[in-house]
């Protein structure tokens, strides 16, 4: 059971949008910075957002991310079969004073 | 640009200890700091533990307290992590990773499958 909770899985047509949710609490979420990560099949991961929103330069900008009170969303739009991957949001807990992640979400091209 | 080289793949039996190490290149290893992931097959991201080089002190997640031991070289701009009583469940994929300004992971480590088996 993960301290971040994300849905397992998201899927969409090619072109479309889809937002990924991750739902924390006060000593996580709602207390610091979101960082968003792709995992591609058989590689590590990748940061795609930091500080909630922000995208390191490579990063395309169809990727966005969001943060309001304790969840934080990550969207991807005009989807490609390129994105086919897991996504892990992730942060600090205070109470835990240990880095949590969700339990990753599957997003399938249709 | 930096970057983050681990130790080839391992295969211990059970009960046995294993150490994974870091080797990073390109950045200022003594001021990062360098976190530990591990991910089970088919399962997700595993939070282990921590270490600042300079400071030398490591922090380390409930689960592994007293079976983990991050440890960084200085000198060769290196960070281990051993395992020891290793068990079938610690199979896995273990990575290192950089952390950066808002606390994001910006570099990893290309991951090293460590299998616990008899």
């Known amino acids: 059971q993960s301290v971040l909770t994300q849905p397992p899985s998201v899927s969409a047509a090619p072109g479309q949008k889809v937002t990924i949710s991750c739902s924390g609490s006060s000593s996580n979420i709602g207390r610091t910075y979101v960082s968003w990560y792709q995992q591609l099949p058989g590689t590590a991961p990748k940061v795609l957002i930091y500080d909630n929103y922000k995208r390191p330069s490579e990063i395309s900008d169809r990727f966005s991310g969001s943060k309001s009170g304790t969840s934080a969303t990550l969207g991807i739009t005009g989807l490609q079969t390129g994105d086919e991957a897991d996504y892990f949001c992730?942060?600090?807990?205070?109470?835990?004073?240990?880095?949590?992640f969700g339990g990753g979400t599957k997003v399938t091209v249709l | 640009q930096v970057q983050l080289e681990q130790s080839g793949a391992e295969v211990r039996e059970p009960g046995s200890s294993v150490k994974v190490s870091c080797k990073a290149s390109g950045g200022t290893f003594s001021s990062d700091r360098i976190h530990w992931v591990r991910q089970a097959p088919g399962q997700g991201l595993e939070w282990m533990g921590r270490i600042t080089p300079i400071l030398g002190v490591p922090n380390y997640a409930q689960n592994f307290q007293g079976r983990v031991t991050i440890t960084a070289d200085r000198s060769t701009s290196t960070a281990y992590m051993d395992v020891s009583s290793l068990r079938s469940e610690d199979t896995a994929i273990y990575y290192c990773t950089r952390e950066g300004e808002w606390q994001e992971f910006n570099n990893w480590g290309q991951g090293t499958l460590v299998t616990v088996s008899s």
């Open positions: 992730g942060t600090w807990d205070s109470s835990l004073s240990a880095w949590v």
